[in-house]
């Protein structure tokens, strides 16, 4: 007997393994048949593969001000998962990635920034390891740009998605300085130690 959904399950999964995918195919969020190999495909699995790193930044010790800011990120990448995996239609009333959420973005970019010291090197990506962590998914985040990039060239996207990954980038490289607060921030020294006098 099949037990109804509630209304607060965005899903009800009983079985994990379908076989449906197993001749190389998947199904869109229309539930549209498409190879593996479709550039949608490849910019929702990159979302998801960048989720799973702030998931990994969530696990090492963070302060409560960006726990809050990393889980609410999460959840808006399911919400950017549901947009590509859908064909775009301006206003066709499916989940998409909104203005608001770019605006609250902004918003932690300027509040977590405003407490930094200004910066006068380029960062190296390091430091404590949840700074790492943050740095590692902020390259991701680039690569999830060139891949929502690629569907936009050969499709319609919601507009919006490439904004929430760009602002979402800068968001990352911004927390990952502020996890490294209080202690040694790694810089950039150009050229390494190639120009510091010997002895």
């Known amino acids: ?28 969020g229309d539930g549209t048949r498409v190879p593996k190999l479709d550039c949608r495909i490849a910019a929702f699995g990159a979302v998801d593969e960048l989720n799973s790193h702030i998931g990994l930044a969530l696990a090492a010790d963070l302060p409560d001000e960006l726990r809050k800011v990393l ?13 590509l995996s859908v064909p775009w239609e301006p206003g066709d009333g499916k989940l998409r990635v909104t203005q608001e959420q770019v605006d609250a973005l902004e918003r932690d970019c300027d509040e977590v920034n405003e407490a930094l010291e200004p ?21 991701v985040v680039r690569r999830v740009e060139r891949e929502v990039l690629a ?22 490289f911004i927390l990952a300085r502020a996890a490294n ?7 950039w020294v150009p050229g390494g130690e190639r120009d510091r006098p010997a002895g």
């Open 1 to 28: 007997m099949t037990v109804p959904r509630e209304r607060d399950e965005p899903v009800r999964l009983t079985r994990i393994y379908t076989g449906g995918g197993d001749r190389g195919e998947t199904s869109l």
């Open 181 to 187: 607060e209080g202690g040694e921030e790694p810089l």
């Open 119 to 139: 910066l006068k090197s380029f960062v190296l990506p390091g430091g404590t390891e949840a700074a790492a962590r943050l740095h590692v998914a902020r390259a």
């Open 71 to 83: 889980t609410r990120v999460q959840n808006e990448l399911f919400d950017l998962g549901a947009d």
């Open 151 to 172: 569907v936009a060239a050969e499709r319609a996207v919601n507009p919006l998605a490439p904004v929430y990954l760009n602002r979402l980038s800068d968001l990352l």
